[in-house]
């Protein structure tokens, strides 16, 4: 059972940047698509970014694309969302998630994902 483990949230003022790091253990993240999703108080779960096996496509919400970067580093089993010039619309919890089967293309739907961290809280304020 792979454990999924996220770190990097905090309390940010608009216009700053975080990093977002996933780690796995139990398990390795190659050969999966990894992504984020966020959810906000009161909302259901969004998808943010998704990264495909290879890491050679990714996949944004119209809402951070030129402001958020999903990338990986299959060696440290690492998936990372850096944030930059972040909005108070962007205050969540980010979840990371490991895709449910191998070798299959970027996705962005929830029920395409078989493991999810315990989330990090992102707060953004104005």
């Known amino acids: 059972q792979v454990q999924l483990v996220e770190s990097g949230g905090g309390l940010v003022q608009a216009g700053g940047s975080l990093r977002l790091s996933c780690g796995a253990s139990g398990r390795t993240f190659i050969g999966y698509v990894m992504g984020w999703f966020r959810q906000a108080p009161g909302k259901e779960r969004e998808f943010v970014a998704a990264?495909?096996?290879?890491?050679?496509?990714?996949r944004y919400v119209d809402s951070v694309k030129g402001r958020f970067t999903i990338s990986r580093d299959d060696a440290k089993n690492t998936v990372y969302l850096q944030m930059n010039s972040l909005k108070p619309e962007d205050t969540a919890v980010y979840y990371c998630?490991?895709?449910?089967?191998?070798?299959?293309?970027?996705?962005?739907?929830?029920?395409?994902?078989?493991?999810w961290g315990q989330g990090t809280q992102v707060t953004v304020s104005s």
């Open positions: 998630a490991v895709g449910r089967l191998l070798f299959t293309t970027v996705s962005s739907e929830a029920t395409d994902f078989g493991s």
């Open positions: 990264i495909s096996w290879s890491g050679g496509t990714t």
